[in-house]
């Protein structure tokens, strides 16, 4: 295969780059294109002699894209309108226009790029905007597959469940048998998935490590503490228990400036018992969102630095004690936020990827909440062009 030329539309701050040069394909980015300031920075950083396009997309003309001739793109379009939290606007909300910009000049271009990788969040599965990709490549003759996968089933102790669609033009074919259902990866395929990129393993049932689906009776809804269920604590050891994943702590900093990421007070006694806490041995976090470490509630682990106080020790009894008292027990665990680079770490970005000495811990949150998991996308451009 020669050097394929390689299109980055929403190019963040280059996590589809990195895939793309982690997958081993031969290719070269010939253009990115975002409008973020910030991520434009961190990219430019990373990756100064890749052209970085600082325009809107529907700012680029159709003559514009023939010159540069790609053979794939690789794009994660705006999540927002698609998010369980957000409004849903779908098609109707602004953000969408430039994707649907992208499938309107799709057919018209000169030649059509023969590989497409695209990214984005659980929801678009189901929405208007999908129904338009889905039809234009039909209308195109790509032969595609729609995937949802976690990054746990690339053993990766992050939950961060994301749909993808990979497309060939025609002439093309892939390795497997293609669905016109979305496929789900699961963490008990994830070995066969590890060692052969060709094999896309698949599953039946949603994707939830360890799920039961019996249905909730009055023994699970129990509350133990912490706000936490039996079914809660059971789902959390089960996903403790998979060896297929790796320990968080492989993927945490050797020296860290833990004082300066400790949970302040406030924040311990508003909001301990609705904070999902991991431990370095545990084989599990939730999704790290662009509010990390600003919000609290819903937006990411956080990490427990002293081993030696149990978790149930603490939050049993929390609520009959006093303000004080509350405090001194939250204090024993030494809670801390996962600093930005083991985010980073747990996203996949490898150790070369640094940020500009101007972004702030705030900032370097916000465009990790916004990116993607660099080992997933590697797994899928190698499955793309295998």
């Known amino acids: 295969m020669g050097s394929l030329r390689v299109l980055e539309l929403y190019s963040g701050i280059g996590g589809m780059h990195y895939a793309l040069k982690e997958s081993g394909v031969p290719a070269q980015v010939v253009a990115a294109v975002d409008i973020n300031t910030t991520a434009n920075q961190i990219y430019r950083h990373n990756f100064p002699d890749t052209p970085l396009w600082p325009k809107t997309i529907e700012g680029i003309t159709l003559d514009d894209f023939n010159k540069l001739s790609f053979d794939m793109i690789l794009m994660s379009p705006p999540c927002q309108p698609f998010t369980r939290i957000g409004l849903q606007g779908d098609i109707a909300d602004p953000r969408t226009k430039s994707f649907l910009y992208i499938l309107d000049l799709l057919p018209r271009l000169a030649r059509l790029p023969h590989y497409i990788l695209l990214e984005n969040v659980k929801g678009f599965e189901t929405s208007s905007a999908r129904e338009c990709l889905v039809k234009t490549l039909k209308d195109c003759g790509y032969t595609f597959q729609e995937i949802m996968v976690s990054p746990t089933s690339v053993g990766i102790p992050n939950s961060r469940l994301r749909y993808f669609l990979i497309a060939k033009a025609s002439p093309g ?214």
């Open 173 to 386: 074919s892939f390795s497997f048998q293609t669905s016109s259902e979305v496929r789900q990866v699961d963490c008990s395929s994830v070995i066969i998935w590890r060692n052969n990129a060709s094999d896309l393993p698949t599953v039946s049932e949603p994707f939830c490590p360890g799920t039961r689906q019996q249905e909730e009776n009055a023994e699970e809804s129990r509350v133990l503490y912490k706000l936490e269920t039996t079914k809660d604590a059971r789902r959390k050891s089960d996903q403790n228990s998979d060896l297929s994943v790796q320990q968080i702590q492989g993927f945490l900093e050797p020296r860290t400036e833990a004082a300066r990421y400790l949970l302040p007070p406030k924040v311990l006694l508003r909001y301990g018992v609705l904070m999902d806490i991991v431990r370095p041995t545990c084989r599990r976090s939730v999704c790290f969102t662009k509010g990390y470490g600003h919000y609290v509630e819903g937006t990411g682990s956080v990490l427990q630095s002293c081993m030696e106080t149990e978790l149930e020790s603490v939050f049993k009894g929390l609520d009959q004690q006093s303000e004080e008292e509350k405090l001194q027990q939250l204090l024993k665990l030494k809670l801390r936020y996962f600093t930005p680079r083991e985010i980073a770490n747990l996203m996949g970005f490898p150790q070369s990827f640094a940020f500009p000495e101007q972004i702030s811990t705030k900032q370097q949150y916000r465009v990790l909440g916004n990116s993607l998991n660099v080992v997933v996308v590697t797994r899928l451009i190698q499955l793309l062009v295998s």
